[in-house]
């Protein structure tokens, strides 16, 4: 299967069609066209030009393809500084697309941009492109983390040392402190100057100006300080963003890196990447399952955590399906390969995790923005502080140069862009863990803006299968042997749920001659020579009936239940109420949704109004429309969304529209295809059960993030009008920047602590 980027698709309807004319063309009946993100996969040995054509009938297109390499970076210092070498690299041949990612500490770039180049950019800020046959990222940052460390203790061994030097000649301090400064600040300081250099603001900037500023007015001591402590808060950023993706990176490692492959009656251990569609692999006790596939021999139980999030194993035994990436928890179990691993469940939800990563939220785009400003606006400040004063107010220089140095240092945007990435990070991987994908930080944001939630009925609240829930018999002998005796081996969900329910109460069931279907009504057939009828109300239609069998028949009709008759040729032996059977968490649900601040919980569906009506007083709902169409249900979703942000919550494949018109889609079925293509937060358990929670964890990031924000500027804002009465010190400065980073980087991970539901 090859995967191709499209443009012009102007719906998803528009896209399912392509889809289904693409699937009639030889080789092509396993193609997908994926509107939510604009993709099309399909067999490579379709004919191209056929789809091509096919996709122009529409106004779309392939959108040709840039061939792109991605490279694994260390020594990434900051989110502002990774979003300064990207606009650099962007300004060389074939860089145009380049991403420089600082969550994932990755670098993708066209194949043909000059790697030379690249490296060069990249030094200047002191990150590199990661050799192949070097440690793990982890262990990088592991080891970047103990440099700084070292290079802090030997910082203030060496102030410590100028301090007992300076007592006795404070000019022999002086070498000692400008060793103290460099060990601790000179990777910051020849950054500074190369950005000075290109006229960039940035917090390097404002530490070299700030530093070389003390040093000049002789302010050893505290210029030593400013770069130890400076030095300190890159190691703390460096720590929370490392914590935030090692637990990421934990999540990304679950993937099986080989598997045993079962060929010509020999085993063989090969790497994931070379299975194909119909092989046989083994997995032994404790071993983890390469790809999704189909149970062929053996019985186990599976943990299924790393892709669902349910902690409690499942039994699979032959014929059960089976996710890439659950473990075999005892026995041998030989599974049949259905999916390549490149397109099955794991490695699409690993996609999609490391993707989401990157994406920025309106307010991280927004405080970015404000950054560009914000530092250039601290310079001017800082030059106000210094030359106004003396100049115009007759005061002395030296206090006021120092005064404006204290606030370039206050002007360091570290905690401002730090307030986002962190939390994030966190968030988003907490959700994953849990078994929800959210995809990307702007869904997230969304997510905990809900205000309302629109719910599928069919196989969202309800279980999708039809069971009996109330019944009315006239000669019940009679009307379930006939029952149990027409509809065995009828696959109709109805006739199964009516089998299911007589089936105990039969001891033989007889069997059946002359059996007709009879389209839009039901059944007949011949049972002991007698002819037998089962179906909707319409298949009596020709009875006279008594008053009070139309009663029953009314009343089961009003309180939403399906009908379905049983008779001879001339009477009812028994009617059969049938309902879509409420899941049972469902009530929990909506109570506990009302808890996290959903105000409306609705229920849109294609169902009758009478059967609306019930579901929705039976698990508290506070809204519900019927007996609307799929267009319809769009509209309502529309209308929604206009009055307050709206999530639609369905299964991901018949209600495909409606989940892309909502503000948030949300699917659920069991990592399906289609529900992880279609929606913008997928649910890989096969109910509602965490839905709360991943709207819980995302109103804690929002309000993390906000928390941050508010400190962030607050410290700098009380450090900023200490200046007025003059009683600002590098100290303070640096202490409040250092203050409000500490705070941000642990409140942003407090998000990983959150305990997920089981």
Excluded at 136 to 146: I, L, V, Y
Excluded at 297 to 321: C, H, R, Y
Aim: proline residues 3%.
């Amino acid at each position: 299967m090859k995967e191709y980027r499209l443009e012009g698709l102007s719906c998803a309807n528009c896209a399912a069609s392509l889809e289904s004319e693409i699937k009639k063309l030889e080789h092509g009946e396993k193609a997908k066209v994926q509107f939510n993100s604009s993709k099309l996969v399909v067999s490579e040995q379709v004919d191209m030009k056929q789809v091509e054509k096919i996709l122009a009938s529409d106004g779309a297109s392939i959108v040709p393809e840039a061939k792109t390499i991605e490279y694994k970076l260390e020594g990434l210092s900051c989110a502002n500084c990774a979003a300064t070498l990207e606009k650099e690299i962007q300004k060389l041949d074939f860089g145009q697309d380049a991403k420089v990612h600082f969550a994932s500490n990755k670098l993708v770039v066209h194949e043909q941009a000059d790697l030379d180049a690249i490296k060069k950019i990249l030094a200047s800020d002191g990150a590199a492109i990661m050799e192949a046959q070097k440690e793990t990222h982890h262990d990088q940052g592991h080891h970047r983390m103990d440099k700084m460390k070292r290079q802090l203790i030997g910082s203030v061994l060496l102030f410590i040392g100028a301090l007992i030097v300076g007592k006795f000649d404070s000019t022999y301090a002086v070498p000692i402190y400008i060793l103290a400064i460099g060990l601790s600040g000179y990777s910051t300081f020849l950054k500074g100057l190369k950005n000075l250099a290109k006229f960039t603001f940035n917090m390097d900037s404002l530490m070299t100006i700030a530093l070389t500023g003390a040093v000049l007015i002789g302010e050893w001591k505290e210029a030593t300080v400013v770069a130890i402590l400076f030095g300190l808060n890159e190691m703390l950023e460096s720590y929370g963003m490392q914590k935030a993706r090692k637990s990421m990176e934990s999540l990304l490692n679950i993937a099986p890196k080989e598997a045993t492959l079962l060929g010509n009656g020999e085993e063989k251990r090969i790497p994931i990447e070379h299975l194909k569609v119909h092989d046989v692999v083994i997995v032994k006790a404790g071993e983890k399952i390469p790809s999704d596939g189909i149970v062929v021999q053996g019985m186990s139980s599976v943990n299924e955590a790393a892709i669902t999030g349910e902690s409690l194993p499942i039994d699979k035994q032959n014929g059960d399906f089976v996710f890439g990436g659950s473990i075999n928890n005892e026995g041998v179990l030989y599974v049949q390969m259905e999916k390549e691993y490149e397109d099955s469940s794991l490695a699409k939800i690993l996609h999609l995790v490391e993707e989401a990563q990157e994406a920025k939220t309106p307010t991280e785009l927004f405080v970015n923005e404000f950054a560009k400003y914000y530092t250039p606006a601290i310079i001017i400040i800082a030059m106000l502080v210094m030359f106004v004063p003396p100049l115009l107010l007759g005061a002395e220089w030296m206090p006021w140069i120092y005064q404006g140095l204290a606030v370039l240092i206050v002007g360091c945007p570290c905690a401002l862009i730090l307030s986002f990435p962190i939390a994030i990070v966190s968030g988003l991987t907490v959700n994953a863990r849990n078994g929800i994908l959210v995809k990307g930080g702007v869904v997230l944001e969304q997510l905990g803006q809900l205000k309302q939630i629109a719910f599928d009925k069919t196989g969202t609240l309800t279980k999708g299968k039809p069971h009996v829930a109330h019944e009315k018999m006239y000669d019940q002998e009679t009307c379930y042997l006939v029952s149990a005796a027409i509809e065995q081996k009828s696959s109709h969900p109805l006739a199964q749920a009516v089998f299911a329910h007589v089936v105990a109460s039969i001891k033989q069931i007889p069997t059946v001659e002359d059996i007709q279907t009879l389209p839009g009504l039901g059944v007949t057939a011949v049972l002991h020579q007698q002819t037998y009828r089962i179906g909707n109300e319409k298949i009596i239609r020709d009875f006279s009936l008594s008053d009070a069998v139309k009663q029953d028949i009314k009343q089961m009709k009003a309180q939403g239940l399906t009908l379905v008759v049983v008779s001879d040729e001339k009477q009812v032996l028994g009617i059969f109420g049938l309902e879509d059977e409420i899941r049972p968490e469902s009530k929990k649900i909506i109570a506990d949704l009302h808890e996290v601040g959903i105000q409306k919980a609705i229920m849109v569906t294609g169902d009758h109004m009478q059967t609306a009506e019930k579901v929705a007083q039976q698990i508290g709902l506070d809204e519900y429309y019927g007996n609307l169409l799929p267009e319809q249900k769009v509209a309502k979703i529309k209308e929604l969304t206009q009055v307050n942000k709206t999530a639609m919550v369905g299964d991901g494949i018949n209600d495909a529209p409606a989940l892309a018109t909502a503000n948030v889609g949300i699917a659920m079925g069991k990592g399906t295809d289609s529900a992880i293509e279609v929606a913008d937060v997928v649910l890989m358990q096969d109910h509602l059960g965490k839905l709360p929670q991943a709207i819980s964890i995302s109103k804690k990031v929002n309000r993390i993030i906000k928390v941050n924000l508010l400190i962030a500027l607050s410290l700098k804002l009380i450090a900023l009008l200490l200046t007025i009465p003059g009683m600002l010190t590098l100290w303070i400065a640096i202490l409040s920047d250092m203050g409000a980073t500490i705070i941000v980087t642990l409140t942003s991970l407090t998000i990983l602590l959150q305990k997920t539901s089981r």
